[in-house]
């Protein structure tokens, strides 16, 4: 059992504030990914997580007891790192059983345990191999058992798949998930890939200037963003950003985008626009939120929008198609082959009741 709180942490590397009061409450058995571009404080806070970095105010508790004053080795954590770590004149065996060595097992007994975790990894071929004669994936896998072996309280893990390719990638991240859900070791994950945050994560905790933006599962990270920085980071293909002039008041009310481009919004959106102040707004829109429209579907003419084709890439089951809405070039998501680059004058419908709205000042989502 693993209940790990982080309360007003925060760490200060002289002038730099790396991390700044960051609260976070991770249950039992949770896995939770922290995600953010790269110099955002994620490696910091789960070092000092590990206790391999002090930190300059706050406090760390495992199951309610502070971690400030004790130990790394005395944590019983157990780290993987993006460049595995292994020691090189060791055989995978011998890198695997290291941990083990420091408790008071017996050698057969560290022999079990090795076996025991090369079967789970799929190592077993590789055992008497060191580290040079291993593939990259290999080597995180060795990387990923010497953590596993110890049977740690809690899995910290920091960019461990950034340095395979996107193939190896996408097999490992279901593998650690299918392992971290079958042990339900409390685990911490590093990433700079919102792609592995989205598809890893109980909950991702979105970091910008050592700053928490937003905490949630990835539905309503991805549904409910915040602000604009979350809305944009989070999603592939990326949200786009449109700013609009509010015009008009009574019963309709439009979002002026340029180049005499305008869309109507639901009444109550346009409200909750206005009183969140200023005459213009951040529109958000995701490729979902934009379709070609087919005579067919046509309601009103408020939420359609005619723009040339600037743009289309085919990714097999959809296409995302480039389209320009006044002064801003949006996504579209449109069906296989339904548009070419070039076309004139399509018409594209938006779902202007799901599309975000952020404040044009903050970046706050208005709802
Ligand atoms: N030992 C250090 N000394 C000074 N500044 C540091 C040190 N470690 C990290 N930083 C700074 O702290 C910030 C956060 O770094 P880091 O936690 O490594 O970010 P991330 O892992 O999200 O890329 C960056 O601005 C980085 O330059
Ligand atoms: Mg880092």
Redesign the pocket.
């Known amino acids: 059992m693993a209940e790990l709180t982080l309360r007003a942490v925060e760490?200060h590397?002289?002038a730099?504030q790396?991390?700044k009061a960051v609260d976070l409450d991770v249950a039992d058995g949770e896995f939770v990914v922290l995600v953010?571009?790269?110099?955002?404080?994620?490696?910091?806070?789960l070092?000092m997580i590990a206790g391999l970095e002090e930190i300059s105010s706050g406090d760390i508790l495992l199951n309610g007891r502070s971690l400030n004053a004790v130990a790394p080795r005395d944590r019983d954590m157990a780290m993987v790192f993006q460049d595995y770590a292994l020691y090189p004149h060791m055989t995978v065996a011998e890198n695997l059983g290291f941990a083990l060595k420091m408790r008071d097992l017996s050698a057969s007994g560290i022999d079990r345990k090795v076996r025991e975790v090369a079967r789970i990894l799929e190592l077993d071929a590789l055992l008497q191999r060191k580290p040079r004669a291993l593939s990259g994936g290999q080597r995180q896998r060795v990387a990923l058992g010497r953590a596993l072996i110890r049977d740690p309280k809690v899995f910290l893990f920091?960019e461990p798949l950034s340095n395979l390719d996107a193939k190896l990638r996408v097999g490992m991240r279901m593998e650690i998930r299918k392992l971290q859900a079958s042990l339900r070791t409390t685990s911490i994950y590093?990433t700079?890939d919102q792609i592995e945050a989205m598809t890893m994560a109980d909950r991702i905790v979105v970091?910008k200037g050592?700053e928490v933006q937003q905490i949630g599962t990835p539905t309503e990270i991805y549904q409910r963003p915040v602000n604009s920085f979350v809305a944009t980071f989070i999603g592939s293909p990326p949200m786009t950003l449109a700013s609009a002039a509010l015009s008009g008041d009574g019963d309709r009310i439009t979002l002026d985008f340029g180049r005499g481009q305008s869309l109507a919004i639901p009444q109550e959106r346009a409200h909750a626009l206005k009183k969140a102040g200023g005459a213009s707004a951040q529109v958000g829109l995701r490729a979902e939120h934009v379709e070609l429209e087919s005579g067919a579907q046509s309601r009103s003419e408020g939420d359609v929008f005619v723009s040339d084709v600037v743009l289309v890439e085919e990714h097999g089951a959809d296409a995302i198609a480039v389209v320009r809405l006044g002064d801003h070039e949006v996504l579209a998501r449109v069906r296989p082959g339904a548009v070419r680059a070039g076309d004139k004058a399509r018409r594209f419908r938006v779902d202007t009741g799901a599309m975000h709205l952020f404040h044009a000042g903050t970046g706050q989502s208005v709802v």
């Open positions: 760490k590397f002289g730099v790396a991390v953010g571009p790269s110099g955002c404080g994620k490696s910091t806070l070092r920091d590093v700079h970091l050592g």
